[in-house]
């Protein structure tokens, strides 16, 4: 299925996060290298358990909105990774602002922003040194960034959910972004909807099982080439309208 | 040509702002009141002239970027208006900053979010019962944000520009909300492209003067429908993908 040497989940403690390092694990073959973020690896249990069981696991402690630790997060998985670089980068870790016109604030909006758009901006500049190390080694080489369909424009025909929706949708034009500028250096750039999943973040209405959607995006990451890059997939691999 | 009772237009110290007020002052029939704002009405010299010669334009110090200043606008806002409402907002006032891959920063990602996206969102808000005041009257009523086809993630393929182009990517997404939340209340929402105009923003190598930028953009708020309100619109009404 997957066939990257070394990747780099993150918040990956639950949900999305931690089924995308579950089938990582078992994968064939598995990666050289896995490394698992999140806010506190000490209370990240069912990580730590893969963890122990798996040496090609690292959990790395990484929270996505302090840009001033990505320095040091960046040298620690070049320690990691070494001279194979970073093949895979899945930004995963985001949270969720549903607010409506009546109680949308400037802090709601703005926290919003700065985990779901800023901080996979960020994050993936500063580990781009070790991205371009994988794609001058030519090793299929990928940012995954997770997004929503509640960022689709076009698919909005119920309103709210200010925070969320526009910064998914500032995600998807960073990312359509990001897919020209990284072209140059043979970085794919995937923009991927998990669909409505069974997570604290989808609720108990949702469609389908974090299994399922994962076991799909792994798919559709692997499967990304240059006319899929940049575009905004369901985790299936099917187009969806910005 | 334009036929609303009364109109606010926001950063109208310059640029298109000030042809705004240019063009409402000289329309047939005029509007009964104009507030123009901007955030050092004692430095605004075109300004203050148009002011002089014309006793329905009021020019009110306004920083979008100053949320808690809003209650206190609101207020000036309806004893200018009084039971007529306010028929249109021109969410004009805007920055960009067009960082690239190299120097996009936090900083400059979270300024333009805020003064693109998040002041015109709250700023609707906080004027939203005089615009009710308008409908419930009777009277076509209009939220006309200005934003840009450089926030099209369609039309990206040049990359780059990441703190500008994610502004107003996500100020077409917050329109798109209101335009579906405010529409029982009778209110329409313009999302409209200004086109490459000859202003400091612009450049020098822009295509149309601001003239002709202002006057179809009038005339494609003026021609809002319900078929239009939440439609991405070029500033002479030609619709243009997310």
Redesign the interface.
């Known amino acids: 299925m997957a066939n990257f040497a070394s990747i780099v989940v993150t918040g990956a403690n639950r949900g999305l996060g931690l089924e995308f390092i579950k089938q990582f694990v078992s994968s064939s073959p598995p990666p050289k290298t896995l490394i698992a973020t999140c806010r506190n690896p000490s209370e990240a249990t069912a990580l730590q358990e893969i963890a122990k069981s798996a040496n090609n696991v690292h959990v790395l402690k990484l929270d996505v909105a302090d840009?001033a630790s990505f320095d040091n997060f960046v040298k620690e998985v070049g320690n990691v990774v070494g001279d194979d670089g970073l093949s895979l980068l899945v930004n995963n870790a985001g949270i969720m602002r549903g607010n409506?016109?009546d109680d949308?604030?400037?802090k709601n909006?703005?926290e919003n922003?700065?985990v779901n758009?800023?901080s996979p901006?960020?994050l993936t500049?500063a580990l781009l040194p070790l991205l371009q190390r994988s794609a001058q080694n030519k090793n299929k080489t990928v940012v995954a960034n997770i997004t929503s369909k509640m960022?689709s424009?076009?698919d909005?025909?119920?309103?709210?959910?200010?925070p969320y929706?526009?910064?998914k949708?500032?995600l998807?034009?960073?990312s359509?972004?990001?897919?020209?500028?990284l072209k140059p250096m043979g970085i794919l750039v995937g923009i991927i909807h998990p669909g409505w999943v069974l997570t604290d973040m989808g609720g108990p209405n949702a469609l389908i099982n974090s299994e399922t959607s994962v076991s799909n995006m792994i798919n559709t990451i692997s499967n990304l080439d240059a006319n899929t890059s940049g575009k905004?997939l369901n985790y299936d691999g099917k187009p969806i309208?910005?």
Not at 156 to 162: E, L, Q, V
Not at 176 to 181: M, V
């Open positions: 840009y409506k016109l949308v604030d400037p909006m703005i922003f700065e758009v800023v901006l960020m500049k960022g424009i076009d909005n025909t119920s309103g709210g959910c200010y929706r526009t910064s949708t500032a998807n034009q960073v359509k972004s990001l897919s020209i500028d905004f309208p910005w």
